[in-house]
């Protein structure tokens, strides 16, 4: 169908439908699908929760939580950001998408792509990362991958819902540069390199509206500045006055609920434009029918086709952290004592919404006995029960066994109740026991791998004493098996920590307000989160954003710029040449970080702006290649109410992680974006940085300096730093200018 002749099917459709029946269609049917106008052929459609599989309950009415139809669990986003490998996200978004279509599934809701801003957040399993353009990208391949399937996603939560403590009422308060720079990002990246059919509203305030009825949210920026051409739905139960939402640029309410009333007494009181519900009407009629029309009852749900996709995404997405003494992978080993109950019983997702019933599960342990069969006894024993305190019996079988065993892999991390949708974290710390069990077994045996099970950074006190640790997120269905290859060394394991790992939660960010007070939650770190705060702080963390190590070795080289400077409208390419200098194939993920030499602002000292993978054979080397743009030197100015670089030098700096820079070039960058508009409160530093200010306000300055010098009063150094910031109205008492002459000035500065 041509765009003329869909959108007079809309036109047709709207034209006949009556107030009550386009009040109907903005508030879902039941839990899970829209309202149907049978009597004009306008469908239902059915959406469900994801993102990491999909959760779709047997009949539309019930919640499903735990009861869901069985359905391929991928890893998490936590876990499959560590991967930093976009084609290999887009993959697992197919993958998703042909499920949705198999089961009859319109739109998956996810991805999410709120940041973290400490471990504790209770949901962060569920998000990709702490930083803002490593989150939009993985989140805009995820989107193309599932969108490809003709099933459309819902990026959520929109917007800075961060935390899960009193998250339904909760104030995030913002300004405005952090919003854009970090929060608001990878939102904007998702919703331009993807187009995600639709978006979801978060629970919460932002700034003192509810982002559901948040109209600068909602409409000036994400339909007016970025162009997003879909639909804004709520979280469920997330809206407060369906009225205002509707007026602001929410199109549906989910799930059902008795509003349907207010939207029509609204109209007919004036309250609400009836033109205005037309418009969301017509916009969300475009998302239904094309969803409808997308339909392929025909797809089958390729389970072990997606088994084996989410065992190779786990492979990927696992982190080694530590191997001193190449302890891994475990060759050579003829007795192998494998230790904690997650070992036989993993816990492989999150808790909350995103629950998927799995069509299998693969546990290391089982994994470890096939593999190695005819090669290693392995030995096995539980170490801890369901309680978080230290069994003792339980442990001591553990040393028994590793005692006599001649390397132990032990599985350790967080249950469900502390990582789950709806609640924070109560914790940094792992249970009780499970420190127990790792403190006992590295005192009999000190060959000894630890193996993390968790959605989220956690304490570690006894790292400097284990010579293996390996972050195994929670990896999904097919995650045991993937942690099977990597530590016998099948997979090269070579993820990257897409969240810093901090000695301490006194070191983090927002500590120690987080979360914060449930009426107001102050995002008082504004730019520095994640890695940016750990530099600017000079805290050493326990492993920074960006670590993973490998079972061979990558040598960087040669690095390349293509143009010594760039200017708005340009891409700038940066390139190096990486080698494998190991014995074996591996993959490496290059990441490029920017830092301006001599800011003008406040700023992180380096921000995360590209990344590349590369597998290479031993002694292969390869290129990597990663475009810029001007707006990845920009930051946001709220005074210009845009991006802006003031022009000067920028350091590029490529590396392993952000504390393993490896190779520095630089780039000269050239002024951009708008300029604050001046006023006559803004400073005089303001007013000489700015070409026609300086020129316009300079002569009142001489005559005022030749003035103090005939009175035998020099104008020094230091009286100069006094008026440096002074608002330009002050001159006026000074006796520089008169109130009209300020006038004229600000009236001829802002003329263009």
Request: proline residues 6%; glycine residues 8%; contains cysteine.
């Amino acid at each position: 169908m041509s765009v003329i002749e869909s959108n007079t099917k809309l036109d047709d459709l709207l034209a006949q439908m009556t107030l009550e029946e386009k009040a109907s269609l903005t508030v879902g049917r039941d839990i899970w699908t829209t309202q149907p106008i049978e009597r004009l052929g306008i469908p239902s459609i059915w959406v469900s929760d994801g993102p990491n599989g999909l959760r779709k309950p047997p009949k539309s009415t019930d919640i499903g939580m735990g009861g869901s139809i069985p359905a391929t669990c991928f890893p998490t986003e936590s876990a499959l950001a560590c991967s930093w490998d976009l084609e290999l996200v887009e993959e697992v978004g197919r993958a998703i998408g042909q499920e949705c279509q198999a089961l009859g599934v319109q739109v998956l809701l996810g991805p999410g792509v709120n940041l973290k801003r400490s471990p504790l957040g209770g949901r962060n399993f569920e998000y990709f990362s702490e930083d803002p353009i490593l989150t939009g990208e993985m989140a805009a391949a995820y989107i193309n991958g599932v969108q490809s399937q003709g099933v459309g996603t819902s990026l959520k939560h929109f917007a800075t819902n961060e935390q899960e403590s009193g998250r339904m009422y909760a104030d995030s308060v913002v300004d405005e540069r952090t919003l854009r720079e970090l929060y608001l990002r990878p939102f904007e990246i998702a919703v331009k390199k993807a187009g995600p059919w639709t978006v979801m509203s978060s629970y919460n305030l932002l700034n003192g509206t509810y982002t559901a009825e948040h109209r600068w949210l909602l409409h000036d920026v994400l339909k007016q500045e970025w162009g997003h051409q879909g639909i804004v739905v709520s979280d469920w139960f997330g809206t407060n006055d369906r009225v205002a939402g509707l007026a602001a640029g929410l199109h549906l309410q989910m799930p059902g609920g008795p509003t349907v009333h207010l939207i029509i007494d609204a109209v007919k009181s004036g309250r609400l434009e009836e033109s205005r519900l037309d418009e969301v009407v017509r916009e969300l009629l475009q998302v239904i029918l094309k969803a409808d029309a997308a339909r392929r009852p025909e797809t089958s749900q390729n389970v072990d086709q997606h088994r084996q996709l989410a065992r190779r995404a786990a492979a990927e997405s696992i982190v080694l952290l530590k191997n001193e003494g190449s302890l891994l992978p475990l060759e050579g080993v003829s007795r192998l004592a494998v230790i904690g109950t997650f070992a036989k019983e993993p816990r492989y997702q999150g808790a909350g919404s995103s629950r998927v019933t799995s069509t299998r599960v693969d546990n290391a342990h089982d994994e470890l006995v096939r593999l190695l069969e005819g090669k290693t006894s392995v030995e096995y024993a539980r170490g801890y029960g369901e309680g978080l305190e230290p069994d003792a019996a339980l442990i001591e079988e553990a040393k028994r066994i590793a005692s006599q065993a001649e390397a132990a892999v032990v599985f350790v991390g967080l249950p469900d109740s502390e990582e789950s949708e709806g609640v924070d974290r109560p914790t940094f710390d792992l249970p009780a026991g499970h420190n127990a069990l790792v403190e006992a077994v590295l005192e009999a045996q000190p060959r000894t791998v630890v193996v993390l099970t968790n959605g989220s950074s956690v304490a570690l006190p006894w790292e400097p004493r284990v010579p293996a640790l390996v972050e195994g997120w929670l990896t999904g269905q097919a995650g045991g098996a993937a942690m099977g290859d990597v530590l016998i060394g099948n997979v090269n394991p070579s993820g990257k920590l897409s969240e810093t790992f901090p000695v301490r939660l006194e070191d983090t960010p927002p500590f120690p307000a987080f979360p914060a007070n449930p009426a107001l939650c102050l995002y008082g770190e504004r730019l520095w989160i994640g890695y940016r705060w750990y530099d600017a702080r000079q805290i050493e963390p326990r492993f920074p954003f960006g670590h993973g190590l490998s079972y061979t070795t990558f040598e960087y080289s040669d690095p390349r710029v293509d143009a010594e400077s760039v200017q708005e409208g340009q891409t700038l390419n940066v390139s190096c040449t990486v080698q494998n200098t190991g014995s074996r194939a591996g993959r490496e993920v290059v990441q490029l970080y920017v830092r301006e030499r001599a800011s003008r602002v406040d700023r992180p000292n380096q921000e995360l702006r590209g990344f590349a993978t590369i597998s290479l054979q031993p002694g292969e080397r390869g290129q990597v290649s990663i475009p810029l743009d001007i707006r990845d030197f920009a930051v946001y100015d709220p005074r210009a109410s845009g991006w802006v670089t003031s022009g000067g030098t920028f350091d590029l700096l490529l590396g392993a992680s952000s504390r393993d820079v490896r190779l520095e070039t630089s780039v000269e960058v050239a002024p951009s974006g708008p300029r604050a508009r001046l006023t006559e409160l803004s400073s005089l530093r303001s007013w000489m940085e700015n070409e026609k200010g300086l020129a316009l306000l300079q002569p009142y300055l001489d005559a005022a300096r030749k003035a103090m010098e005939d009175r035998g009063e020099p104008v020094d150094q230091q009286i100069m730093m006094w008026a440096w910031d002074l608002p330009v109205s002050k001159l006026q008492l000074m006796g520089v200018i008169t109130s009209e002459v300020l006038a004229q000035l600000v009236e001829q500065v802002s003329a263009d």
